[in-house]
């Protein structure tokens, strides 16, 4: 099957790639989940009883719970996006440090927001335990819907921390290289000696004695003892 060209270049466009990686899928199912929460409880969350006119909380007329899960629905949300944003600009950022910091934040509120979910699902799980039944007429579904993708949030959120700290790991060992081709200097590994270079090694012969002792000062030369000369018999 034949690809025209264009669909081709589509498919290896940078935006595509952008929107194909693990960490910009996890971005979207954490930014759609945290809508939903927050959304479905702004609309439904607020209900009036029969006998009285004043909204109340459906989940145990708590409105904290309600507050709660609105409140952090919209800041994950926001969250997300100024992360998205963040994102499309990592790969233009020339300085470690700044890479470093910003995959490090991420991994932080990350693990925050797992802690801030956990909590929350706890929370209003609790509360809606604690509902009377039919205490409103309308409303039910919305609070189970904000429970239910509390807990997708979790499991979102504990994605995203591994895959922050996957990139710590990876990009340990980085900063030091960076800095030495910055500044110049490329780390090469030393090399052995060649086993082929010529050694200039003196060989022992008769004469070794000569370069040996020509080797050291004048002052240091042993003296040579007096000779006996023979005198004629008369």
């Known amino acids: 099957m034949h690809i025209p060209e264009s669909l081709q270049d589509l498919a290896s466009s940078k935006a595509v790639q952008f ?11 954490e930014g759609v989940f945290s809508l939903i929460i927050f959304s479905s409880l702004l609309t439904d969350g607020y209900q009036n009883k029969v ?17 709660f899960a609105v409140g952090a629905g919209f800041l994950a949300f926001l969250s997300c996006l100024a992360f998205l944003v963040l ?9 470690t440090r700044f890479r470093t910091a910003f995959q490090l934040l991420d991994f932080v509120l990350a693990v925050l927001w797992i802690i801030v979910w956990f909590m929350g699902f706890c929370f209003l799980t609790n509360q809606w335990q604690h509902s009377p039944p039919k205490e409103f007429l309308l ?7 904000a429970i239910t993708f509390t807990f997708f949030s979790i499991l979102a959120w504990i994605f995203q921390a ?5 990139d710590l790991r990876n990009d340990a060992a980085v900063p030091y290289k960076r800095s030495l081709d910055e500044g110049g200097m490329v780390l090469n590994t ?16 008769p004469h070794s004695l000569n370069y040996a002792s020509s080797a050291l000062s004048p002052g240091l030369t042993t003296p040579k003892g007096p000779r006996l000369a023979m005198m004629p018999d008369n």
């Open 190 to 205: 030393l090399s052995p000696p060649s086993s082929t270079s010529p050694v200039n090694v003196p060989t022992a012969g």
């Open 139 to 145: 409303g039910s579904s919305s609070a189970q819907v």
């Open 162 to 166: 591994y895959l922050a700290f996957q």
């Open 51 to 67: 006998e009285s006119p004043q909204l109340h909380c459906i989940l145990n007329s708590n409105n904290m719970a309600c507050s």
């Open 19 to 29: 929107l194909k990686r693990p960490k910009t899928i996890t971005r979207v199912f």
């Open 87 to 95: 994102d499309t600009q990592e790969t233009l950022i020339a300085s």
